[in-house]
């Protein structure tokens, strides 16, 4: 694949784990129970995304699909603030999408692509989170298929601009915390087929001790498994 782009998550230990940060033309899945820190590394990766290349960034700004009213101005200041970035500069390379219900969501690929036709230097499009409509729309077993397939459209769409414009995509998937939780992700269909064509990377996302993380890489095209840990703190991620 041409120029691949990374964008630094904030720990060396994290970008280490993910072959040195997250990669545009690529779908990259955190998934994790509540309060694992998805929305967290959502918020530092639309900071990081801004820093000059020689820093782990792209130059690019960011849309973030935001499904559950998560975004917090307050947050990228904080985190703005950590990198010594103007927190006013970094908001506006910020697009906030809200996004009401999955029909919306889905028509939402449709205005990234025009907004990147239109000029905007968009680098990475953070989906935070990914399944929550789905999820509230399409209950029982008999609305399993179609939901199914309106993901498989939404998640195509995604990857389209991931490949078309060298994006990087990072989507959030919130989980029970139990231990079939990764065959819950809505990237890889159960019996192993990852969608799309470009390399999808899934990492779980765990609590530790003493306000610690553990992100550990699962089912990488590429990369050996394997876990580091990470913390959050109010300037951001970090080792
Ligand atoms: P989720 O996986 O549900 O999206 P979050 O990313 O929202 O979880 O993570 C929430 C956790 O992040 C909080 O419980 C807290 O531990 C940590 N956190 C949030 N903001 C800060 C901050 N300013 N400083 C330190 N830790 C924070």
Redesign the pocket.
């Known amino acids: 694949r041409r120029d691949v782009g990374r964008i630094t998550v904030g720990s060396e230990a994290f970008n280490e784990l993910i072959g040195g940060g997250i990669e545009t033309q690529s779908i990259t899945e955190v998934f994790?129970?509540?309060?694992?820190?998805?929305?967290?590394?959502?918020h530092e990766l639309a900071v990081t995304v801004q820093l000059p290349r020689d820093l782990g960034g792209l130059d690019g700004e960011c849309v973030f699909i935001d499904t559950e009213n998560?975004f917090r101005p307050e947050?990228i200041e904080?985190i703005s603030d950590g990198f010594e970035l103007d927190h006013e500069e970094v908001l506006q390379k910020i697009h906030i999408a809200r996004a009401f219900n999955s029909a919306h969501q889905i028509l939402m690929a449709d205005k990234i692509n025009e907004l990147i036709q239109s000029g905007s230097n968009i680098k990475l499009v953070i989906v935070?989170?990914l399944m929550a409509h789905f999820r509230a729309e399409y209950v029982g077993r008999e609305s399993l298929a179609t939901r199914q397939q309106k993901l498989n459209q939404h998640l195509h769409a995604l990857q389209n601009i991931a490949n078309t414009y060298n994006v990087a995509v990072f989507i959030?998937n919130?989980v029970q915390a139990r231990p079939d939780a990764f065959f819950g992700s809505p990237t890889k269909a159960i019996g192993g087929h990852v969608l799309g064509h470009a390399s999808t990377y899934r990492i779980w996302?765990k609590k530790g001790l003493a306000?610690k993380r553990i992100a550990r890489l699962v089912d990488s095209p590429h990369l050996p498994e394997g876990e580091c840990v990470f913390k959050?703190?109010?300037d951001g991620i970090v080792d």
Do not use: N
């Open positions: 994790g129970e509540f309060g694992s820190g998805k929305s967290q590394i959502s998560t947050r904080q935070d989170s959030t919130q996302l306000g959050i703190t109010s």
